[in-house]
């Protein structure tokens, strides 16, 4: 399973970016798809994630200013960012639990990362 995101770049305070995130190879489902971030200097951090049931998450700072969705059928998770602010510039990096074929457990993958720089 591999993950590929995209849609980070430079933004200015205010600004918008839609992330997207898609995941390839052999799946069989995806219970679970994420967004987390890592500014520099700090730990990496969850930042919204989404369920096979439709419910949400989202990290006390970014609530009412991203919204996370997904495309089941392509595989792919979003993540739009409204109201960017100076210190949500970050690396995002998506991540998935999985289910691949011959194998009853989940597995966690990462994708590459994707940097957003909002400036001021």
């Known amino acids: 399973v591999q993950l590929q995101a995209s849609g980070g770049g430079l933004v200015q305070a205010g600004g918008s970016l839609r992330l997207s995130c898609v995941a390839s190879?052999?799946?069989?489902?995806?219970?679970?798809k994420g967004w987390y971030r890592q500014a520099p200097g700090k730990q990496r951090e969850l930042v919204a994630s989404?369920?096979?049931?439709?419910?949400?998450y989202y990290e006390d700072s970014v609530k009412g200013r991203f919204t996370i969705s997904r495309d089941n059928a392509k595989n792919t998770v979003y993540l739009q960012m409204n109201s960017l602010k100076p210190e949500d510039t970050a690396v995002y990096y998506c991540?998935?639990?999985?289910?691949?074929?011959?194998?009853?457990?989940?597995?966690?993958?990462w994708g590459q990362g994707t940097l957003v720089t909002v400036s001021s």
């Open positions: 991540r998935v639990w999985a289910i691949v074929p011959r194998s009853p457990q989940e597995y966690q993958y």
């Open positions: 190879g052999s799946i069989l489902s995806i219970n679970r």
């Open positions: 989404i369920i096979s049931g439709g419910s949400t």
